[in-house]
């Protein structure tokens, strides 16, 4: 399978997300506790994982499993980090608006690249540098509030430990990103293997969520799991198997692509979400969703194709493909 | 003289000249007649120019004059097309307001290229062409209306002909530039004797059309000569004075850089016309401004900077440097 194959499956995937969950409510509210959507999903892809990996048992090689407690306490790491993140985006919430949030939110582009460099030693062309802050800018562009909508100037306006906040979550997001890439391709485990650790602990962690979620409530609703489907519709079924299948596609982006082709899938699905509204929902399209749009494509084109197709490379190396091999970033594309 | 120091100072002069033009009003309004304004300024540089030559006649070899009837004739043509521009535009305002037609006018960045490409034949790179692009997107972006801002949604609401006029409009200003560029470097005559050429026949085409509006108004205030320096102040003589001195770093341009230098030296102008705005005149920035100006910057560096800082070419490319000489577009420097 090639990665552009899964990249622009996620990028649907994850633009029918917003779509979906918008589609699940009913006049603007949820009817079902939206907090066990996650731990559904997560508890979808333990078993879609679980499934495939005994099917690779069957089959010979059996498939390569690192049980070493010393690698299997690695991965409720992300779990843990997507658990701060969470709270830190709480907290930021509490000193900016939720437009100034989303528009913060765009930085995670950044500091995903940035930590890609430091972490995991990938080596950027200035090219595709350029290309990243072109993305970020771009789909900071299609989020500019237009002429005459409400909440105006409160981008610049917010106390200074909203933009100390936005900055920690985007720095947090990115670390999450990247260790779970650190963590797949770390050895040459089945990806069904890793999946189970990761999803195991995902669940885990979803469940003490709604557990302290409960505690805080003082129960009053009665325990998570006596109310897990209530309200459940098959919209809100397809939500929950549409975020299990985004994530599934991510784990499979991170051990045999990279972070940022999951930025620039995620990133182009939000753009496709903002069109496919103005269809579906009757959004007015501003000039600057077009603008941001065609920055974005520029920013694609920018950073994955070969460097021959972009400038006029001298005559002597064109005439010679052998010495191009290694001009693209490397990425494995063996599935 | 190298190109981009005269790019830089044109940058400076046309971003003065916004400056200098409102400063000249009083309460919003001419005090003078400002048709009046590029008649003195071809005067101007038809002067200068003059000077110029003279001083190299004083020298020997004496400058290269070609003063056959069959090129002097080419001459006229630039005031003419910039004459029909002018019609274009007038008739462009009929049919939309005028922030529409700023928008409109950042067109003229991409149909400069194409001209540039088409009747020059200068090839541009698939890297150069996105950022021609880009700059376009850019100063187009840096223009969309702020939230709260009033006469929303105009911008696709004109009648199909607005667009159509300007994107006549577009077409024009670019063939004006690069017919220019055209008949500055069809021959290697001085660059002073062309310059007299073209001033000669601008001041004359100038002259015509405040004739021409005196007859319109019925020679009501008198003719054009007789009000010529009305109301002016010393602001006034600096709006001529800079305009005049734009159009000798044009013309310098033409002969030794190229169209999109020019194109590169007036939207930047653009955007530290505006920059310059919030200081100066109290303008609220918007974020737009600032993700055009971003967006602007990198297409600079993606046209103009070297191949081999952009992307990694291959080693054997890098280690000899020689083999690059030719990958920048060829620009004569030699002033």
Known sequence: MKWYFVATLLTVLTSSQGILTTLSQSNGK??????????????FKLIVSSVFLW???????????????????????????YLIHNNVQFATLMYVDTSTYQIMG????????????????????????????????????????????????????????????????????ALAGVYTEFLMKKNNDSLYWQNVQLYTF???????????????????????WQRLFDGYTVTTWMVVLNLGSTGLLVSWL???????????STSMAM???????????????TV???????????SLHMYFAPPHMLVDLPSAVRSDPESLVNVPVDRKTDS
């Open 288 to 298: 600057q969703l077009f603008l941001g749009i065609i920055v974005c494509m520029m």
């Open 30 to 43: 949820y009817k079902y506790d939206y907090a066990t959507v996650p731990f559904l999903a997560e508890v």
């Open 254 to 264: 991170m051990k045999y692509a990279d972070n940022i082709v999951k930025v620039y």
């Open 106 to 173: 765009n930085l995670k582009i950044v500091t995903t690249a940035i930590l890609f460099r430091l972490f995991l030693s990938k080596k950027l062309s200035n090219l595709q540098w350029m290309a990243i802050v072109l993305l970020a800018v771009g789909t900071t562009t299609s989020q500019v509030k237009g002429c005459g909508e409400a909440s105006c100037d409160s981008l610049f306006s917010a106390p200074i430990q909203g933009y100390m906040l936005g900055i920690l979550s985007a720095c947090l997001s």
């Open 202 to 224: 995902g669940a885990i962690f979803n469940m003490a969520r709604l557990l302290l979620d409960d505690f805080r409530g003082g129960f009053e609703k009665g325990p998570w």
């Open 55 to 81: 099917r690779e048992f069957k089959k010979s090689p059996p498939p390569k499993m690192t049980t070493d407690w010393k690698s299997v306490r690695l991965f409720p790491i992300p779990s843990v980090i």
């Open 271 to 285: 753009l496709l979400t903002m069109v496919l509204s103005v269809f579906l929902f009757n959004f007015k399209p």
